[in-house]
């Protein structure tokens, strides 16, 4: 028997984004999980609303307490990977910086590694670029010489997992990047309490 009316209408208002916000923040694993599920809403909203309703002050109002929540979100997110990035540099821990890639986004980690540059004194800058670029050095010619061919690599036979490699090789670039170099000599100059 065919089914007459196979739709429902949601009511979604202002408060009910707030309240559904607040039920994502208490369920979510992480800063991570909270912000996809946000935009999962997000696009959820704006994949069902009627056309009718888009341009409607109401919807303003529903779209721009999402989009602020996401926007305070990601602040939050990039604050933690930061904190997080910033101790596994210090001690040159790659599986952290691994599991900090993988959750993320590589636009994500390569802010949250600018931030954490910019925030170090020029002598551990310089270690860990050092230790970056030599950890990525060794694994490609340890995986080049493990594959028996030129130009392939063979992480397997190397013994190097592909996710640090991947997550290596980004903040190894992030690091070697002349324009990152070129932001801290500037902000050295424009302000000399900074670190050095």
Same mark, same amino acid.
């Given at each position: 028997?065919? /089914?007459s ?5 949601l009511?979604i208002?202002?408060?009910t984004?707030?309240t559904?916000y ?7 694993r992480?800063a991570s999980? %909270?912000?996809?599920s946000l935009?999962?809403?997000?696009s959820f909203i704006?994949a ?6 888009l341009?409607t ?7 721009g307490i /999402? +989009?602020?929540?996401? &926007?305070?979100l990601r602040?939050?997110l ?5 904190r997080t990035?910033i101790a596994?540099?210090?001690v &040159?821990d790659? %599986?952290?910086?691994?599991?900090? !890639? ?5 636009n994500?980690v390569?802010q949250? %590694?600018?931030t954490?540059? !910019?925030e170090?004194?020029?002598a551990e800058? +310089?270690?860990i +670029? ?6 990525h ?22 013994? /190097? +997992?592909?996710?640090e490699y991947?997550a290596?090789?980004d903040?190894n670039?992030?690091?070697?990047n &002349?324009?990152?170099?070129e ?8 302000n000399?309490?900074h670190?050095?």
């Amino acid at each position: 028997m065919p /089914i007459s009316n196979n739709q429902i209408s949601l009511l979604i208002t202002p408060e009910t984004v707030h309240t559904q916000y607040l039920a994502i923040i208490q369920q979510a694993r992480n800063a991570s999980h %909270a912000l996809a599920s946000l935009i999962a809403l997000q696009s959820f909203i704006t994949a069902t609303t009627q056309p009718a309703d888009l341009n409607t002050p109401a919807f303003g109002v529903i779209k721009g307490i /999402i +989009s602020g929540h996401i &926007t305070n979100l990601r602040a939050e997110l990039q604050a933690e990977q930061a904190r997080t990035l910033i101790a596994a540099l210090r001690v &040159t821990d790659c %599986a952290t910086i691994s599991k900090i !890639h993988l959750d993320s986004s590589r636009n994500a980690v390569w802010q949250a %590694a600018q931030t954490v540059i !910019h925030e170090m004194y020029e002598a551990e800058r +310089s270690r860990i +670029s050092y230790w970056a670029q030599a950890w990525h050095n060794d694994a490609k010619s340890r995986a080049l010489a493990a594959s028996g061919y030129p130009d392939a690599l063979n992480f397997q036979e190397a013994g /190097i +997992s592909v996710q640090e490699y991947t997550a290596m090789t980004d903040l190894n670039n992030c690091l070697q990047n &002349t324009n990152v170099r070129e932001k801290q000599r500037q902000l050295k100059e424009e302000n000399p309490a900074h670190p050095k």
